[in-house]
């Protein structure tokens, strides 16, 4: 059974750092391209981050490009991503998914993430 646990949000202020890591399971990790996604209130979910299977990033949404970067650890089915410079925009729900160019797996709990003062 294909599942996503998300971890490592929180409430920081405009300026800090979060990172955000996504424990996956049931399925070959190392084998799939993995995406980060978030979901604002009252927005749709919107691709934030994508990478290749081998640990090469593929995209990243321009909103965030110079201040997000996403990562691997295939030993750990495990991705990553790390964010800087948060901007209240940034509020979201975070959430991890393999496939390319859409989603497919069943969506895990997602990690809140707050950019506040």
């Known amino acids: 059974q294909v599942q996503f646990v998300e971890s490592g949000g929180g409430l920081v202020p405009p300026g800090g750092s979060l990172r955000l890591s996504c424990a996956a399971s049931g399925f070959d990790f190392w084998r799939k391209i993995m995406n980060w996604y978030r979901q604002a209130p009252g927005k749709e979910r919107e691709l934030v981050a994508r990478i290749s299977a081998h640990g090469t990033p593929m995209k990243y949404v321009d909103s965030v490009l110079g201040r997000f970067t996403i990562s691997r650890d295939n030993d750990k089915n495990t991705l990553y991503l790390q964010m800087s410079s948060l901007k209240p925009e940034d509020t979201a729900v975070y959430f991890c998914?393999?496939?390319?160019?859409?989603?497919?797996?069943?969506w895990g709990q997602g990690t809140q993430v707050t950019v506040s003062s």
């Open positions: 998914n393999m496939g390319y160019p859409n989603p497919e797996g069943s």
